[in-house]
Protein backbone atom coordinates (compact mmCIF):
# COMPACT_ATOMS: atom_id res chain seq x y z
CA UNK A 1 0.00 0.00 0.00
CA UNK A 2 0.71 3.49 -0.54
CA UNK A 3 2.66 5.20 2.15
CA UNK A 4 -0.20 7.83 4.04
CA UNK A 5 2.50 10.77 4.21
CA UNK A 6 1.00 12.64 1.51
CA UNK A 7 -1.64 13.73 4.10
CA UNK A 8 0.19 15.18 6.69
CA UNK A 9 2.95 17.11 4.33
CA UNK A 10 2.06 17.04 0.61
CA UNK A 11 5.36 18.66 -0.51
CA UNK A 12 7.43 16.05 -0.10
CA UNK A 13 8.71 13.79 -2.69
CA UNK A 14 5.92 11.16 -3.39
CA UNK A 15 6.42 7.72 -2.43
CA UNK A 16 7.98 5.26 -5.10
CA UNK A 17 4.51 3.32 -5.50
CA UNK A 18 2.89 6.67 -6.45
CA UNK A 19 5.13 6.60 -9.13
CA UNK A 20 4.33 2.96 -10.10
CA UNK A 21 0.63 3.28 -10.39
CA UNK A 22 0.82 6.58 -12.46
CA UNK A 23 2.38 4.29 -15.56
CA UNK A 24 -0.30 3.73 -18.02
CA UNK A 25 -0.45 0.10 -19.79
CA UNK A 26 -1.01 1.39 -23.16
CA UNK A 27 -0.85 -2.37 -24.85
CA UNK A 28 -3.07 -3.95 -22.63
CA UNK A 29 -7.19 -4.00 -23.80
CA UNK A 30 -9.36 -1.48 -22.03
CA UNK A 31 -12.47 -3.60 -20.75
CA UNK A 32 -14.84 -0.79 -20.05
CA UNK A 33 -17.22 -3.51 -18.06
CA UNK A 34 -14.84 -4.57 -15.87
CA UNK A 35 -15.72 -1.52 -13.16
CA UNK A 36 -19.39 -2.72 -13.86
CA UNK A 37 -18.62 -6.27 -13.42
CA UNK A 38 -16.45 -5.16 -9.68
CA UNK A 39 -19.86 -2.92 -8.78
CA UNK A 40 -22.02 -6.12 -9.48
CA UNK A 41 -19.73 -8.85 -6.87
CA UNK A 42 -19.75 -5.84 -4.58
CA UNK A 43 -23.36 -5.29 -4.26
CA UNK A 44 -24.45 -9.53 -4.46
CA UNK A 45 -22.00 -9.83 -1.48
CA UNK A 46 -23.57 -6.88 0.25
CA UNK A 47 -26.90 -7.64 -0.70
CA UNK A 48 -26.48 -11.12 1.18
CA UNK A 49 -24.93 -10.10 3.84
CA UNK A 50 -27.89 -7.65 4.44
CA UNK A 51 -30.41 -10.36 3.86
CA UNK A 52 -29.09 -12.65 5.83
CA UNK A 53 -28.85 -9.91 9.15
CA UNK A 54 -32.01 -9.06 8.47
CA UNK A 55 -33.22 -12.34 9.22
CA UNK A 56 -31.42 -12.52 12.37
CA UNK A 57 -32.80 -9.43 13.74
CA UNK A 58 -36.41 -10.66 13.16
CA UNK A 59 -35.51 -14.13 14.93
CA UNK A 60 -34.51 -11.59 17.51
CA UNK A 61 -30.68 -11.95 17.68
CA UNK A 62 -28.42 -9.25 19.15
CA UNK A 63 -26.49 -7.24 15.93
CA UNK A 64 -23.19 -6.04 16.51
CA UNK A 65 -22.55 -2.74 15.51
CA UNK A 66 -21.22 -3.23 12.04
CA UNK A 67 -24.06 -5.19 11.53
CA UNK A 68 -26.78 -2.62 12.73
CA UNK A 69 -24.53 0.11 10.06
CA UNK A 70 -24.82 -2.06 7.36
CA UNK A 71 -29.16 -2.64 8.08
CA UNK A 72 -29.14 1.39 8.51
CA UNK A 73 -27.44 1.88 5.51
CA UNK A 74 -27.43 -0.56 2.91
CA UNK A 75 -30.46 1.48 1.28
CA UNK A 76 -27.66 4.28 0.51
CA UNK A 77 -25.24 1.77 -0.58
CA UNK A 78 -27.59 0.81 -3.07
CA UNK A 79 -28.57 4.42 -3.94
CA UNK A 80 -24.81 4.65 -4.99
CA UNK A 81 -24.43 1.83 -6.73
CA UNK A 82 -27.01 3.24 -9.48
CA UNK A 83 -25.15 6.31 -9.36
CA UNK A 84 -22.09 4.54 -10.18
CA UNK A 85 -24.17 2.28 -13.17
CA UNK A 86 -25.22 6.02 -14.50
CA UNK A 87 -21.95 7.77 -14.24
CA UNK A 88 -19.40 5.22 -15.52
CA UNK A 89 -21.35 3.62 -18.46
CA UNK A 90 -18.62 0.90 -20.05
CA UNK A 91 -17.87 3.13 -22.87
CA UNK A 92 -17.06 6.00 -20.62
CA UNK A 93 -15.10 3.31 -18.38
CA UNK A 94 -12.68 1.91 -22.05
CA UNK A 95 -11.37 5.40 -22.61
CA UNK A 96 -9.72 5.76 -18.85
CA UNK A 97 -6.17 5.00 -18.72
CA UNK A 98 -5.25 1.91 -17.51
CA UNK A 99 -2.49 1.13 -14.52
CA UNK A 100 0.62 -0.80 -15.22
CA UNK A 101 0.47 -2.31 -11.54
CA UNK A 102 0.57 -5.84 -11.58
CA UNK A 103 -2.07 -5.76 -8.82
CA UNK A 104 -4.55 -3.50 -10.78
CA UNK A 105 -3.77 -4.98 -14.27
CA UNK A 106 -7.06 -3.68 -16.47
CA UNK A 107 -8.10 -1.60 -14.40
CA UNK A 108 -8.25 2.03 -14.61
CA UNK A 109 -5.74 4.09 -13.05
CA UNK A 110 -7.97 6.22 -11.36
CA UNK A 111 -9.90 3.40 -9.68
CA UNK A 112 -6.08 2.15 -8.54
CA UNK A 113 -5.80 5.43 -6.93
CA UNK A 114 -9.26 5.31 -5.36
CA UNK A 115 -8.49 1.97 -3.70
CA UNK A 116 -4.99 3.24 -2.49
CA UNK A 117 -6.77 6.26 -0.96
CA UNK A 118 -9.40 4.23 1.02
CA UNK A 119 -6.58 1.45 2.08
CA UNK A 120 -4.45 4.02 3.61
CA UNK A 121 -7.21 6.34 5.01
CA UNK A 122 -7.86 4.60 7.87
CA UNK A 123 -11.50 5.14 7.06
CA UNK A 124 -11.00 9.21 7.36
CA UNK A 125 -12.06 11.40 4.80
CA UNK A 126 -12.73 14.76 4.32
CA UNK A 127 -12.54 17.59 1.14
CA UNK A 128 -9.12 18.44 2.27
CA UNK A 129 -7.65 14.88 2.66
CA UNK A 130 -8.95 14.56 -0.75
CA UNK A 131 -7.66 17.63 -2.49
CA UNK A 132 -4.09 16.87 -0.99
CA UNK A 133 -4.43 13.31 -2.06
CA UNK A 134 -4.99 13.96 -5.57
CA UNK A 135 -2.64 17.41 -5.64
CA UNK A 136 -0.04 15.44 -4.64
CA UNK A 137 -0.30 12.13 -6.90
CA UNK A 138 -0.07 15.17 -9.87
CA UNK A 139 3.10 15.95 -9.09
CA UNK A 140 3.94 12.78 -10.32
CA UNK A 141 2.02 12.66 -13.32
CA UNK A 142 -1.59 14.68 -13.97
CA UNK A 143 -4.23 12.60 -14.47
CA UNK A 144 -6.95 13.21 -17.87
CA UNK A 145 -9.90 15.43 -17.90
CA UNK A 146 -11.41 11.85 -17.82
CA UNK A 147 -10.28 10.23 -14.85
CA UNK A 148 -11.01 13.63 -13.22
CA UNK A 149 -14.37 13.53 -14.12
CA UNK A 150 -14.89 9.92 -12.90
CA UNK A 151 -12.94 10.43 -9.46
CA UNK A 152 -16.43 10.53 -7.67
CA UNK A 153 -17.32 7.54 -9.07
CA UNK A 154 -14.71 5.37 -8.96
CA UNK A 155 -13.84 7.10 -5.03
CA UNK A 156 -17.69 5.38 -4.35
CA UNK A 157 -16.61 1.82 -5.84
CA UNK A 158 -13.53 1.82 -3.94
CA UNK A 159 -16.01 2.30 -1.19
CA UNK A 160 -18.03 -0.26 -1.91
CA UNK A 161 -14.94 -2.76 -2.35
CA UNK A 162 -13.98 -2.07 1.39
CA UNK A 163 -17.14 -2.39 2.76
CA UNK A 164 -17.76 -5.76 0.76
CA UNK A 165 -14.42 -7.01 2.64
CA UNK A 166 -16.38 -5.65 5.64
CA UNK A 167 -19.66 -8.08 4.96
CA UNK A 168 -17.78 -10.42 3.93
CA UNK A 169 -16.19 -10.68 7.76
CA UNK A 170 -19.70 -10.31 9.40
CA UNK A 171 -20.98 -13.09 7.38
CA UNK A 172 -18.14 -15.44 7.85
CA UNK A 173 -18.39 -14.78 11.21
CA UNK A 174 -22.08 -15.41 11.49
CA UNK A 175 -21.15 -18.62 9.49
CA UNK A 176 -19.37 -19.56 12.84
CA UNK A 177 -22.02 -18.57 15.27
CA UNK A 178 -24.41 -20.48 13.70
CA UNK A 179 -22.21 -23.82 13.26
CA UNK A 180 -21.10 -23.31 16.97
CA UNK A 181 -24.98 -23.07 17.55
CA UNK A 182 -26.13 -26.13 15.72
CA UNK A 183 -22.88 -28.30 17.72
CA UNK A 184 -23.87 -26.83 20.76
CA UNK A 185 -27.48 -27.96 20.13
CA UNK A 186 -26.50 -31.69 18.93
CA UNK A 187 -24.58 -31.98 22.09
CA UNK A 188 -27.52 -30.57 24.19
CA UNK A 189 -29.81 -33.30 22.20
CA UNK A 190 -27.72 -35.84 23.18
CA UNK A 191 -27.42 -34.72 26.92
CA UNK A 192 -30.97 -34.03 28.24
CA UNK A 193 -30.50 -31.34 30.50
CA UNK A 194 -33.08 -32.80 33.01
CA UNK A 195 -30.94 -36.09 33.14
CA UNK A 196 -29.24 -35.71 36.75
CA UNK A 197 -25.82 -36.50 36.92
CA UNK A 198 -25.46 -38.27 40.00
CA UNK A 199 -21.32 -37.85 40.25
CA UNK A 200 -18.87 -40.74 39.49
CA UNK A 201 -19.28 -42.00 43.61
CA UNK A 202 -23.05 -42.13 43.26
CA UNK A 203 -23.05 -45.03 40.98
CA UNK A 204 -20.42 -47.37 43.89
CA UNK A 205 -23.30 -46.10 46.53
CA UNK A 206 -26.09 -47.74 45.04
CA UNK A 207 -24.38 -50.95 44.35
CA UNK A 208 -22.75 -50.83 47.53
CA UNK A 209 -26.49 -50.78 48.89
CA UNK A 210 -27.43 -53.32 47.12
CA UNK A 211 -24.81 -55.57 48.40
CA UNK A 212 -25.56 -54.76 52.07
Do not use: C
Amino acid sequence: MVSSSWASSPSRSTPAPWQFISKVDRRSPRRGSRLLDRLREHMHGLRRAYVALTDDVRRGERSSPAAEWLLDNFHTLAASARDIRHDLPPAYSRRLPTARAVEFAGLPRVYALALELIGNSARRLDAQRLHRFIAAFQTVTPLTIGELWAWPSVLKLALLDHLRVRADVLAAGRAHRMEADRLAGGTEAENPTDRKFKGPFAAGGEVGRGRG
